[in-house]
């Protein structure tokens, strides 16, 4: 079975700063897609960004990228130029490519909370 | 208006109580999925459903029930509450078709069973 794990409970960034979030995962399966979901006070899950294991290149959307190394099973996000509205908590997720994978499930991280300071 | 919706958004009830969570989805996908919500911790699957004939256990099925009445619809029922049930309950949507399966969450259920 697949677990991801956040090490980082919290975390806090200065507003107009940069922060990088750690997430890092252990499989045997060579072939998958690693998510950021975001969860603002609201506790709605937004998804931030997308990575498949098969790309080399990391995703970026806007001021949200990644830091994705396979061999070392780790997938950072890196937030630029943080705002206000980025406080949130911030979940990193696993989904296998296998079909009929317990319906291709996301396994979760546990999750890391930022706090962005003005 | 919202791909994913859930009713109610908040619910108190007792301890042996029988409740349903309701999701419904406009997104026309044909996976939908309940997971839950524990203070401080990711979320776990409890079931899934590829279409309305087919309904599968997740990590933590024990003590819920699903029904798919419709392609668009998926509730989750508790049958007789505990509060160790007590929790934040998402149900998100996903599409079989393309390489990349992304899950649409909904608002979640923030439920307390006292």
């Known amino acids: 079975a697949q677990t991801v794990t956040q090490s980082q409970p919290e975390m806090s960034v200065q507003e107009a700063e940069t922060v990088t979030l750690s997430c890092t995962y252990d499989?045997?399966?060579?072939?998958?897609?690693l998510f950021w979901y975001k969860q603002p006070p609201s506790r709605q899950m937004i998804l931030v960004i997308r990575?498949?294991?098969?790309?080399?290149q990391n995703a970026t959307e806007n001021r949200f990228s990644v830091n994705f190394q396979k061999a070392a099973k780790s997938f950072s996000l890196k937030i630029s130029d943080s705002q206000l509205g980025d406080a949130a908590m911030y979940f990193c997720?696993?989904?296998?490519?296998?079909?009929?994978?317990?319906?291709?499930?996301?396994?979760f991280g546990g999750g890391t909370r930022l706090m962005v300071k003005p | 208006d919202a791909d994913v919706t859930q009713t109610p958004r908040n619910r108190i009830t007792k301890t042996g109580k029988r409740i349903m969570l309701e999701c419904s989805q406009t997104k026309g996908h044909d996976r939908m999925y309940w997971y839950r919500q524990d203070p401080g911790l990711g979320l776990q699957l409890i079931y899934y459903s590829f279409d309305v004939k087919d309904i599968n256990k997740g990590e933590i099925s024990d003590g819920y029930s699903v029904s798919r009445q419709a392609q668009a619809k998926f509730s989750l029922s508790l049958e007789s509450a505990i509060p160790n049930q007590t929790a934040l309950y998402f149900c998100a949507t996903g599409s079989r078709w393309g390489p990349q399966e992304t899950q649409y969450f909904g608002p979640g259920t923030r439920l307390l069973v006292l």
């Open positions: 499989t045997s399966e060579s072939d998958y897609y």
């Open positions: 990575q498949e294991a098969y790309k080399q």
């Open positions: 997720a696993y989904r296998s490519l296998i079909n009929n994978n317990a319906g291709n499930m996301l396994t």
